[in-house]
């Protein structure tokens, strides 16, 4: 097994098997410009303890599988230039060559399992880009949360994304896609959309339990919540479709490819709502955080 370097915080909650929630670290390097990236990321680990659990961000650093940083070490990471996105694909070779990288949903949630945490809040999801009959663009978080069982909580997948079609490879995948307390799956930024969830449940008890039963019948794979924005702080569909639109074509003419679309478009629709999607981000992810939490306690006390 490969070793692992807990923070003093997460090892001891290890040790009291106390509840633990996994956070990225790609969110931090790659989704949102410093200092913000930095305060969010402080945030949502208060949140978590505010909540009753302890935050566990996970990255690695020159060539060390960190779970849970120190404050100095997260603020080191928020302010780092170069530093690499790591997915599945990635993450054994950047732990090989002592490298430094922040870790996507798929390589977060291997991190996780590794370390017995089975519960992981991010913003949202990669999934299947738009264009991507042309491009072939489809994230491995969708391959992870079909083999890696650790329960993912986000608003959705990214909204810069195909939506139906990335909805429509986690069925053939036989992931669980759950909105949490209402029929429609939210849409990252939109508390809503015209989709009809597959699944829902209304409490992290039941979320606890559904996870339990998963296990019990020895299906690989985890769950995706889909935990919609409160309403107050959303950007409604009909606003932010026609930005996402433009930073898309934006993309295109650039001839912005692979690892480089996501950061990219997030970055340019942060410039085009002049800073709106990254506070509902923000907010977001800190909603996520505090659902995350509960399920961990549900997790604890089944
Ligand atoms: N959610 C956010 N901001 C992000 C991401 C998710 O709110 O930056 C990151 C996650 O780490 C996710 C990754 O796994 O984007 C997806 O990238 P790709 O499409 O290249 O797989
Ligand atoms: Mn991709």
């Given at each position: ?18 509840p633990i929630v ?29 909540c009753g659990a ?64 089975r519960v992981?809040a ?29 329960i993912?909580v ?22 669980p896609?759950i909105a949490y307390g209402q ?16 699944l829902r449940l209304d409490s992290p008890e039941q979320i606890a339990a559904a996870y339990a039963m998963r296990k019990a ?6 769950h995706?919540i889909c935990n ?60 996520n955080?505090r659902l995350a939490a509960g399920i961990a306690q549900a997790l604890s006390a089944a």
């Amino acid at each position: 097994m490969i070793d692992l370097h807990f923070s003093p915080e997460v090892q001891a909650a290890l040790q009291a098997k106390a509840p633990i929630v996994a956070l990225e670290s790609t969110i931090i390097t790659h989704g949102m410009p410093f200092p913000q990236n930095m305060e969010t990321a402080r945030l949502v680990e208060q949140d978590i303890r505010d909540c009753g659990a302890v935050p566990a961000t996970i990255a690695v650093m020159d060539g060390r599988l960190h779970i849970g940083l120190t404050d100095t070490q997260l603020a080191g990471l928020a302010q780092a230039g170069n530093v690499q996105k790591l997915s599945r694909a990635d993450l054994a070779l950047c732990l090989s060559s002592g490298g430094t990288g922040a870790t996507t949903v798929a390589a977060t949630m291997i991190a996780a399992k590794a370390a017995g945490i089975r519960v992981f809040a991010t913003g949202g999801i990669g999934g299947v880009h738009r264009g991507a009959d042309q491009s072939f663009d489809i994230s491995a978080d969708l391959q992870e949360l079909a083999e890696t069982e650790v329960i993912v909580v986000g608003a959705g997948a990214k909204a810069i994304l195909d939506l139906p079609k990335t909805w429509e490879v986690l069925e053939t995948l036989g992931v669980p896609v759950i909105a949490y307390g209402q029929d429609n799956l939210p849409a990252f930024w939109s508390s809503s959309s015209a989709h009809k969830a597959p699944l829902r449940l209304d409490s992290p008890e039941q979320i606890a339990a559904a996870y339990a039963m998963r296990k019990a019948l020895g299906l690989k794979g985890g769950h995706l919540i889909c935990n919609p924005i409160p309403k107050a702080d959303e950007i409604p569909e009909t606003e932010i479709n026609p930005i996402i639109r433009q930073a898309l074509s934006d993309a295109e003419a650039q001839g912005i490819r692979g690892k480089e679309v996501t950061p990219f478009l997030l970055s340019r629709i942060y410039d085009l709502t002049k800073g709106r999607s990254l506070t509902a981000n923000i907010v977001l992810v800190r909603n996520n955080a505090r659902l995350a939490a509960g399920i961990a306690q549900a997790l604890s006390a089944a």
